[in-house]
């Protein structure tokens, strides 16, 4: 059996876990590829034309995937814990993909999380009880998929620790520096993100990821830029991610596709909370691509390079 | 009691236009925290810029609503604004939050009072928050008057039902109309206990069986649903329930404010939906899509979704009724409202959906296809 992955959404949060903890299975699994103009032209084609513009590239991927795969991988993430829920999104992608090819009726291997419990949902519960719920779908035994899930979640750790150690460095480091504020399906994506990472490298400024963060930091510091009504856990992150390297950078860029909900307000926080450092808004809806972007990527490292020399 | 509150001056409290459920807040405000009240001003144009101006960029319209009526009931004379939301897990949760901000920002200097900083599962956070409005608040009064309300609120809803199923059949234009905002008018009056409000309930409910109407042996029934303000606000949904109503159409609409809160088990309508929703899809997708449904299944002949424009929840929603639509042969319209959309453009919208249904009907009537009894007020 080929599980089907599409590379978006809670892909470049969770990816590492899942393809790990499948690789240990010894299951055969494949990775949809990277976006480009078609995949995002099919998501949009299927999807509703005021959804955002990352459940349209996650829709494409999924509908590259039917003809490669036996399965789907479609998690239900209503939460990742007792810090706040995701994005209601992520809760209907499945609902969704098996009403929109409602005839093809593709099959999708699910797990369910819902720390609240409050669903009622058959294989509600953390992350490991969660896991543990596939292993009819997958042929094995509860103890091969505890092993696997506990063996690919210290994988996964370890490489975001990694990864956050690596922006530490960054932020102590040299040279003029930026905090990207986004979620991470938007700063990784091929299409969306990667073109406008590259643009700033290209101006020789340093980029930090406002993702890469202690999460259970994160959670204590956004209550300086926001009250405890916060409801989404990335957000949450996210002004962490600010809080914890504003004094560090030299501007913040905040990076959101049309229309996102929870960005909707999250940026009007940052927006109004940080007085010291420039800001640019980077409002994407996936039509024209670099251009017009470009010009505003070049004027704004123009004024951090000088603010920087006034400074120093 | 009384001795300390002759030092401390009332306050003057406001909630945001929402739909007819103000009086309610009302009440409770004057009776059960013995506070004067500020009735926010009638929405206009104005209401809508000034939210418009002062919100984030897209943000969902509901949230632009409420804070251009926060701004209006301040110049008002408000000093103490309430916001309810935060009972759902969406953006809604944080409207209070952000509002607050604004409306800092802006330099006014009020008192914010954010229900989503209480819990349901911590009684205490709520008094917590009454005590912000009335730190002397008795608590047997607000039980009281609470009880009161409850009761309202379900009189409040059972009326509004009966006029939106109705009032496209009246012979006499705005006879529902009228009736139902005497009813409001009497709550508003009424001795803070649960008989007097159901009397009052009582006697309008007589009243409005006497309104004369002429109902068709088979009146197009539409089920009505959509995202939680913009379907219970006849501002921000353009009136369209009464828009429906000139067309003659029976307008069913299970989501209002008593049954999401009182009577509602969504254990029993995802087991209604399963074949369409293995899992939840969040905030009220699990009730609209259960509602539509029963109403396919009665062979009602249409659906109409009303939502704000990128409403996450409702937009999601969409695949799973497009299936419903198909499998039971429901048309289905679905409408996006912003701050601004234009009258005409829905209007057009509505006719062209109402012409199709109704042809469907005819055809269906001459056919002989079974048709389901439409049920009596
Ligand atoms: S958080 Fe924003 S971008 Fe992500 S799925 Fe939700 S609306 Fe879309
Ligand atoms: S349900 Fe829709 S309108 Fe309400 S807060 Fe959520 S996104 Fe906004």
Redo the contacts with the bound molecule.
């Keep these: 059996m080929t599980v089907g992955i599409p590379r978006a ?1 809670m892909y470049y949060r969770c990816g590492v876990l899942w393809e790990n903890f499948l690789r240990s299975l010894g299951e055969d699994y494949v990775v949809s590829g990277e976006t480009n103009k078609a995949i995002l032209e099919k998501g949009s084609a299927l999807m509703a034309d005021e ?5 349209k590239i996650y829709m494409g991927h999924v509908d590259s995937l039917l003809d490669r795969c036996d399965c789907l991988f479609v998690p239900w993430l209503s939460n990742f814990g007792a810090d706040g829920i995701n ?4 809760r209907a992608y499945h609902a969704m993909i098996s009403n929109i090819y409602r005839e093809r009726a593709p099959k999708l291997l699910t797990y369910a999380i819902d720390y609240s419990g409050t669903q009622d949902m058959k294989h509600a519960g953390d992350e490991e009880t969660a896991f543990m719920s596939m292993a009819k779908a997958l042929g094995r035994s509860k103890k091969e998929i505890r092993d696997a899930y506990r063996a690919a979640k210290q994988i996964s750790e370890e490489d975001f620790a990694r990864r956050v150690a690596q922006a530490e460095a960054v932020a102590d480091g040299e040279g003029t520096k930026i905090l990207i504020v986004g ?1 991470d ?2 700063i990784y994506d091929a299409y969306i993100g990667r073109p406008i990472i590259k643009a700033f490298q290209n101006f020789g400024m340093k980029l930090i990821d406002a993702n890469l963060v202690d999460r259970r930091q994160a959670q204590r510091d956004f209550r300086k830029l926001s009250d405890g009504t916060l409801p ?1 856990t ?1 957000s949450r992150e996210l002004l962490g991610g600010v809080v914890r390297y504003r004094d560090r950078v030299d501007g913040i860029v905040l990076l959101t ?1 049309f ?5 909707s307000l999250v940026n009007e926080v940052i927006k109004r909370e940080v007085d010291d450092k420039p800001i640019l808004y980077l409002l994407q809806d996936g039509q024209d691509g670099l251009a017009g972007v470009e010009t505003r990527i070049e004027s704004f490292t123009d004024i951090l390079t000088y603010h920087g020399n006034g400074e120093r | 009691m009384k001795k300390k509150k002759q030092n401390e001056p009332k306050r003057n409290v406001s909630f945001s236009q929402f739909g007819s459920y103000n009086l309610l807040f009302e009440y409770f405000i004057t009776h059960g925290l013995e506070q004067n009240y500020v009735r926010p001003p009638e929405i206009t144009k104005r209401t809508m810029e000034l939210g418009n101006r002062n919100s984030p960029d897209f943000v969902c319209s509901p949230f632009k609503f409420t804070l251009g009526c926060f701004l209006e009931a301040i110049e008002a004379g408000a000093d103490t604004i309430v916001q309810v939301g935060g009972v759902v897990a969406c953006r809604l949760k944080y409207y209070g939050s952000m509002q607050k901000k604004i409306i800092e920002d802006l330099g006014y200097d009020i008192r914010f009072v954010n229900l989503a900083e209480a819990s349901r599962e911590d009684p205490r956070s709520f008094l917590a928050l009454f005590r912000k409005i009335n730190p002397d608040f008795s608590l047997v009064k607000i039980l009281r008057t609470g009880i009161t309300v409850v009761a309202m609120l379900e009189a409040l809803d059972r009326v509004q039902l009966t006029v939106s199923k109705n009032a496209g059949f009246e012979l006499r234009d705005g006879d529902f109309d009228r009736e139902f905002r005497r009813f409001c008018g009497r709550l508003l009056k009424s001795p803070n206990d649960p008989i007097s409000v159901y009397r009052i309930y009582r006697e309008t409910k007589k009243n409005m069986r006497a309104i004369p109407t002429d109902v068709p042996e088979h009146p197009l029934r539409i089920a009505v649903i959509g995202e939680y303000y913009t379907v219970m606000d006849d501002y921000s949904s353009h009136n369209i329930e009464k828009k429906m109503a000139k067309y003659g159409m029976r307008v069913e609409r299970w989501m209002n404010v008593s049954h999401t809160l009182l009577h509602y088990s969504a254990p029993k309508r995802r087991k209604i939906i399963r074949d369409y929703v293995q899992y939840d899809m969040g905030v009220t997708t699990t009730s609209n899509v259960g509602f539509a449904l029963e109403c396919a299944k009665k062979g009602f002949d249409g659906i109409i979704q009303l939502k704000s424009f990128g409403c ?1 929840p409702e937009i999601d929603a969409m695949p799973v009724l497009r299936s419903i639509s198909s499998d039971y042969d429901i048309p289905i319209l679905f409408f996006s409202f912003d701050c601004q959309n234009a009258d005409t453009g829905i209007e057009t919208r509505l006719e062209a959906f109402y012409d199709m249904i109704r042809l469907k009907k005819e055809a269906q009537l001459k056919s002989g296809a079974p048709e389901r009894a439409a049920a009596a007020i």
């Design positions: 959404g959804s955002c513009l990352s459940s994005c209601t999104r992520f979620h399906y938007s989404w990335v596709g229309p996102c909900g929870p960005d | 996450t």
